[in-house]
């Protein structure tokens, strides 16, 4: 048996569904919500890898192989005209203190970064 995987801590548990405007795509691609927290933080908030796997409280490699497996099934999506669902995944939610940079639980980053 092998030893449990330990949760990546996320600032929420989203869950949202993008579908290709053209709407003909039935084809889906699902994104764990540790894969979306990844994207939010690396892509979207500028952190690096190491910063983002401060945040998620995992080791810096295994962030670099979510964030890796995100970014190509992004990709897929975008060329091959697939729909993407973010659903769960192996997460716990923060305990960030509330003044953390791109912590969703600061009111003042949840506005800027699930609201634009
Ligand atoms: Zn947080």
């Known amino acids: 048996m092998g030893r449990p995987i330990k949760p990546r801590t996320v600032c929420s548990d989203i869950e949202r569904t993008f579908v290709p405007e053209d709407g003909t795509s039935e084809r889906v691609i699902r994104l764990t919500v540790e894969e979306y927290e990844t994207i939010r933080l690396i892509d979207y908030a500028k952190l690096s890898q190491q910063a983002c796997s401060d945040m998620m409280e995992v080791a810096r490699t295994t962030v670099q192989a979510i964030y890796e497996s995100a970014r190509f099934k992004i990709a897929d999506a975008f060329i091959n005209q697939k729909t993407i669902v973010v659903k769960g995944g192996h997460y716990a ?7 953390v940079r791109h912590c969703l639980k600061n009111k003042k980053n949840r506005n800027k970064e699930t609201d634009a």
């Open 93 to 99: 939610l923060c305990n960030h203190d509330a003044g």
